[in-house]
């Protein structure tokens, strides 16, 4: 486990009273680590998370819409 000594803006103390509130968690270092993961489960590297690449396997084999330009590729989806 790593400690790390923080400094922090009430804005943001009152964020960890909240998610530690909903969360149920035992202190703030717990409500530190649940934003962690959300944000890594949000924002972060999604091509390497399993379900991800499954979906991109699958979307590779689809065959595509051949078209020259845009026009065409208009008159496809119109009709």
């Known amino acids: ?26 202190n703030k270092s717990e409500a530190v680590a649940v934003i962690a993961q959300t944000y890594e489960e949000s924002f972060l590297e999604p091509e390497l998370r399993p379900e991800y690449s499954e979906k991109l396997q699958k979307l590779e084999k689809e065959k595509g819409i051949s078209f020259k330009n845009i026009a065409e590729l208009r008159k496809i989806i119109e009709d």
């Open 1 to 26: 486990m790593v400690q790390n000594i923080i400094e922090i803006g009430e804005r943001e103390d009152r964020v960890l009273n909240i998610v530690k509130a909903k969360f149920g968690l035992k």
